[in-house]
């Protein structure tokens, strides 16, 4: 069957890649870490917060301003320490603020 003239699914790709598959996986990580923390987040500052990436003992948190990252950094010790309480490898969290621009 020739790819270029049928559509695939993302978990038609990652299943026929290895790479993809692994990357899948921890955006699929990543994700859960950030629910499994949620409730630690204040309120107001959680629509700001997206699962960034994981690159071995850290993960990343996208945050939407500098304002919400100067916010989150107070709570960043509670974070990992409930991360490992859960069986999470998490040694630091960056913050990386991305401001979303409007068309």
């Keep these: ?10 978990q038609q790709a990652a299943a026929d890649s290895p790479t993809l598959a692994r ?3 921890l955006a699929r990580e990543s994700g859960e870490r950030l629910k499994a923390v949620q409730s630690l987040i204040p309120v107001m500052l959680r629509p700001t917060v997206r699962p960034g990436p994981i690159d071995g003992d850290s993960w990343c ?3 939407g301003s500098n304002a919400a990252a100067a916010k989150l950094r ?4 509670a974070l990992m320490a409930s ?4 069986g999470y490898q998490v040694n ?12």
């Design 1 to 10: 069957m020739n790819r270029r003239h049928h559509a695939i699914t993302l």
């Design 23 to 25: 990357l899948a996986g």
């Design 61 to 63: 948190l996208l945050v």
């Design 74 to 77: 107070q709570v960043l010790p």
């Design 83 to 86: 991360l490992r309480s859960k």
């Design 92 to 103: 630091s969290i960056r913050l990386k603020v991305q401001v979303e621009t409007r068309p």
